[in-house]
């Protein structure tokens, strides 16, 4: 069961979404310098996913720290005639080292599916990346009662067979708390998030009960602390407050 193995090592990921000119960069700086400054090393990962375009100069910015960056999307294919798009091939090349998929944005803006998110996760898997695959309910499912039916589907549908701990990891993002500020009490987040272990586990076995299962929607340094010490919330997916070095540094503050 849950619990009997070694827990992962969490993993906090800021998504800066389409926000972040060149002046940007001194925040992820700031995170990198403080958290080098600190006495005891984080107890988490760190990962910040920029615009594409920041990806290089954010490679020379945080060389030798150990905070790490990704990306937002990208192509199944690994390159071609896709004017516009960005494959997991050239992230890795710019030196990401995981790629969020089957964000809720990406899922309601560009009419991706299920198969969609999962034929990206294998291009990042081809990459030799990390994916990082978002599923989560909207409002009205979650009036409908059909929250984990809903969250479970999506689960199944999206991450593939022969997945490991080390190449993915899942993000529960309710699609009503994106940017909201609105959260899941902790039972709810406990009840999902164990609904999504028993599968991982059902499905991967040994790999299902370390991979890691990160909650995201309107984290804050005010509520990370509770949110995080939920069992089976093995980390963070955050928006719009790891634009903000201090606020981003207040939710890692949960893992110090
Ligand atoms: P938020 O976004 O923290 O701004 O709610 C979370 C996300 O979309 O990953």
Redesign the pocket.
């Given at each position: 069961m849950a619990g009997e193995e070694k827990r992962p090592r969490p993993l906090v990921a800021g998504?800066w979404k389409m926000n972040g000119l060149r002046g940007a960069l001194a925040e992820a700086k700031a995170v990198a310098d403080a958290l080098a400054a600190q006495p005891m090393p984080l107890a988490a990962n760190v990962l910040i996913c920029p615009p594409a375009t920041l990806i290089m100069v954010m490679a020379e910015i945080l060389r030798g720290s150990p905070v790490m960056f990704g990306a937002q999307d990208c192509h199944r294919a690994a390159s071609g005639a896709h004017t516009g798009d960005i494959s997991a091939e050239i992230l890795a090349d710019a030196g990401a080292s995981a790629i969020v998929v089957g964000?809720s944005?990406r899922r309601a803006d560009h009419g991706e599916t299920d198969a969609v998110v999962r034929a990206k996760q294998a291009a990042v898997h081809r990459a030799g990346l990390t994916a990082i695959v978002c599923i989560g309910e909207t409002a009205g499912q979650r009036l409908a009662g059909q929250t984990l039916d809903v969250v479970v589907r999506q689960l199944d549908r999206s991450v593939a067979d022969g997945s490991t701990a080390a190449n993915t990891v899942v993000a529960y993002?309710p699609v009503w708390?994106?940017?909201t500020g609105l959260t899941p009490t902790v039972g709810d987040v406990a009840l999902v998030h164990g609904a999504i272990r028993d599968r991982l586990v059902e499905r991967f076995g040994k790999e299902g009960h370390v991979m890691r299962i990160l909650y995201?929607?309107?984290?804050k340094p005010q509520n990370a602390r509770e949110l995080m010490h939920v069992a089976n919330v093995d980390g963070a997916?955050?928006?719009?407050?790891s634009l903000k070095a201090a606020d981003f540094l207040g939710i890692l503050a949960a893992y110090g």
């Open positions: 998504n964000h944005e993002e708390a994106i940017g995201g929607g309107s984290v997916l955050v928006g719009g407050a």
